[in-house]
Antibody, heavy 121, light 108 residues
């Protein structure tokens, strides 16, 4: 059974940094691309970033380019999201989700429960 | 970037009725890499439909997807009480992956 467990969300001041983690189990993590999707309170879903199965390809939404770095450690079955220079508008629930398998374009079949980031002074 | 526009914003229906949700893309979606998700309050989204018309594992067959190119539809043939939720469309064929703004299906 696929499980994705996010952690690292907290209340932080504007301008500070935060690193989110997504621990995966129940599937062959190293065969899947992975993504971060966020949802501001009462708002819709916003794709933030994605990383290929081997970590060689990283994609970012324009809204976070230069501010956020996605990475993964396949030996630990874990994906990360490093967020710097946080702004109030970065406040959201951050979900990790599965993506493409090797050679196959996939939607987000599985999602974690989300971790809440609140940026406030 | 492909912009997805969902309509209507809110759909007020009764249990047992048919629901038809639409999503229009600003440009053609590559190879029908198009999905629908359901989200209930306090929960993560759940994949319902992928490839525009294929049901995800465990999804009841009252949910169906159709469409191609720029126009896509999610149909719920007979609403069950547990179907009242928010539905999002997404294209995953080109980067950035984009979502529609959502359609809320509420009890009339």
């Amino acid at each position: 059974q696929v499980q994705l467990l996010e952690s690292g969300g907290s209340v932080v001041q504007p301008g500070r940094s935060l690193r989110l983690s997504c621990a995966a189990s129940g599937f062959t993590f190293s065969s899947y691309g992975m993504h971060w999707v966020r949802q501001a309170p009462g708002k819709g879903l916003e794709w933030v970033a994605g990383i290929s199965h081997d970590g060689n390809t990283k994609l970012y939404a324009d809204s976070v380019k230069g501010q956020i770095t996605i990475s993964r450690d396949n030996s630990k079955n874990t994906m990360y999201l490093q967020m710097n220079s946080l702004r109030v508008e970065d406040s959201a629930v951050y979900y990790c989700a599965t993506g493409n398998t090797v050679g196959t374009q996939r939607p987000h079949d599985s999602w974690g429960q989300g971790t809440l980031v609140t940026v406030s002074s | 970037e492909i912009v997805l526009t969902q309509s209507p914003g809110t759909l007020s229906l009764s249990a047992g009725e048919r629901a038809t949700l639409s999503c229009r893309a600003s440009q053609s979606v590559s190879s029908n890499y198009f999905a629908w998700y359901q989200q209930k309050p306090g929960q993560a989204p759940r994949l319902l439909i992928y490839g525009a018309s294929s049901g995800a594992t465990g999804v009841p067959d009252r949910f169906s997807g159709s469409g191609s190119g720029t126009d896509f539809t999610l149909t719920i043939s007979r609403l069950e009480p547990e179907d009242f939720a928010i539905y999002f469309c997404q294209q995953y064929g080109s980067s950035p992956r984009t979502f529609g703004q959502g359609t809320k299906v509420e009890i009339k």
